[in-house]
């Protein structure tokens, strides 16, 4: 399973914001990358917006969101519990792109499950993703790669 580091990596590549804000493709986002947006927005959600929320209150829904992740990548990519923790987290990593994205990189997956991490490290950082998140993307490659 993932490893203690996959909050810090996730607040590192994301970032902690308590008062919402509309991302870069106009979603409403709040806490660490969580999209208020997807579904229509609760009652809560709008309160969210209004108000803000606590550092508490974003990493609950910050392991809300990784547990989401984690259920969609049993879902529609169950091999990956075979990786190393390090390689789950960059997984669960790159779901918070969201899962549907994730399952367009068809190369990338197919190297992952078959345990060709240097070819899936260096597709990975061919994507339009790669070019988006730069850095990011080079650390989760590095994951992938290294394997730790």
Same mark, same amino acid.
């Given at each position: ?40 927005? @609760? ?7 209004? &108000? ?5 209150? #974003?990493? !609950?829904?910050? *392991? ?49 499950? @078959? ?7 260096? &597709? ?5 993703? #790669?070019? !988006?998140?730069? *850095? ?13």
């Amino acid at each position: 399973m993932t490893t203690p580091n996959l909050v810090n990596d996730l607040i590192r590549d994301e970032g902690e914001r308590l008062q919402a804000y509309k991302d870069t493709v106009g979603l409403w986002t709040i806490g660490v990358g969580h999209n208020l947006d997807a579904g229509g927005l @609760t009652d809560e959600e709008k309160q969210m917006i209004h &108000d803000g929320i606590t550092h508490q209150r #974003a990493i !609950q829904i910050l *392991q809300q969101d990784i547990n989401n992740a984690v259920a969609a990548l049993d879902h529609y990519q169950p091999w990956w519990r075979t990786l190393t923790d390090r390689r789950q987290d960059a997984m669960v990593n790159l779901c918070f792109m969201g899962i549907g994205s994730l399952n367009t990189f068809t190369t990338f997956l197919k190297l992952m499950r @078959t345990g060709q991490y240097d070819a899936a490290a260096a &597709d990975l950082l061919q994507t339009k993703y #790669a070019s !988006q998140v730069h *850095q990011r993307a080079n650390r989760i490659a590095d994951i992938i790669r290294i394997g730790q």
